[in-house]
């Protein structure tokens, strides 16, 4: 699935006036690609991937997915769209209190109509590192293991996209690692798109692209193998 956002600008109406989120960002991204997006905290990264993935309204500009124009769809038809077909991996997690892991993977699969397999969830909570924790709420588990159970979440439903805002930022370098192997493989073996947002360089590298955001603007684009001797 590819996603173009074309001369993407968001504003925020503040006590001091007009916050420019978003200057005029056009970009494509590919079906099968990776791309990693760093720049300075403030820059519009979180911005960008609530556009992109249709979570916030672009106060000027298009999304397009798959030819799709997001900002035609009604209220009802975008979240459709987005529980088929993207995934979103949150900063804080965005968990279910109350639910277990399992359940919390469970759930957008069961929202969209679909049944959700016990050992499906068990499979992609040990693809993770999570299976001994599937009974657990979030509250029983450490910020990395939400994150995780936050990203088993997305990939459980297979969207054919995944944005994910510093999805690695609260692990340690082995389960990073073992995160990012996993979306690669997404990518490279189910033709994935996955757009991410990250402060590391060497989850940038795992990336086959990286784009730099400076206040609202893609400033630069670099290989994501480049991007580790940053
Ligand atoms: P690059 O990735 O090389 O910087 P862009 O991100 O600007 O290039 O564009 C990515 C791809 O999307 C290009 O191949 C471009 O031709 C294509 N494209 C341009 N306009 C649209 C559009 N309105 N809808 C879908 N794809 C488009
Ligand atoms: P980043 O993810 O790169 O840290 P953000 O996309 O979160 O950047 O924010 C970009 C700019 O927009 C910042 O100046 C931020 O303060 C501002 N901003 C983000 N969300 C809001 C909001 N809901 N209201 C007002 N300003 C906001």
């Known amino acids: 699935m590819t996603v173009f956002l074309r001369e993407l ?21 590919e079906q099968s690609t990776f791309t990693a997006i760093m720049g300075p905290s403030g820059s519009g990264k979180s911005t960008l991937l609530h556009c992109a993935a249709g979570l916030e309204q672009p106060t000027s500009g298009t999304v397009t997915v798959d030819g799709t124009v997001l900002g035609e769809l009604g209220g009802n038809e975008l979240t459709r769209f987005r529980r088929d077909r993207i995934g979103f991996v949150f900063q804080d997690f965005n968990l279910v209190s109350s639910l277990t892991a399992a359940q919390n993977v469970a759930l957008p699969a069961r929202l969209a109509g679909r049944r959700a397999d016990a050992a499906a969830v068990t499979a992609v909570l040990d693809g993770v590192g999570l299976a001994d924790r599937a009974a657990h709420r979030p509250s029983e588990l450490s910020g990395g293991q939400q994150q995780r ?7 459980f439903a ?3 996209v995944v944005f994910a805002d510093e999805p690695t930022g609260a692990l340690d370098k082995a389960t990073s690692h073992q995160i990012l192997t996993l979306m ?8 994935r798109t996955i ?8 989850a940038a590298a795992v990336a086959d692209r990286v784009l730099l955001l400076v206040d609202g603007r893609v400033t630069d684009e ?9």
């Open 9 to 29: 600008r968001k504003t925020y109406e503040a006590t001091a006036g007009t916050v420019t989120a978003l200057d005029g960002v056009t970009v494509g991204f």
């Open 195 to 202: 757009v991410l947002v990250t402060h590391d360089p060497v």
């Open 149 to 155: 159970v936050a990203i088993a979440r997305a990939l």
């Open 158 to 160: 297979q969207p054919a």
């Open 222 to 230: 670099m290989a994501g193998a480049d991007a580790a001797a940053v």
């Open 184 to 191: 690669r493989r997404m990518v490279d073996e189910h033709g």
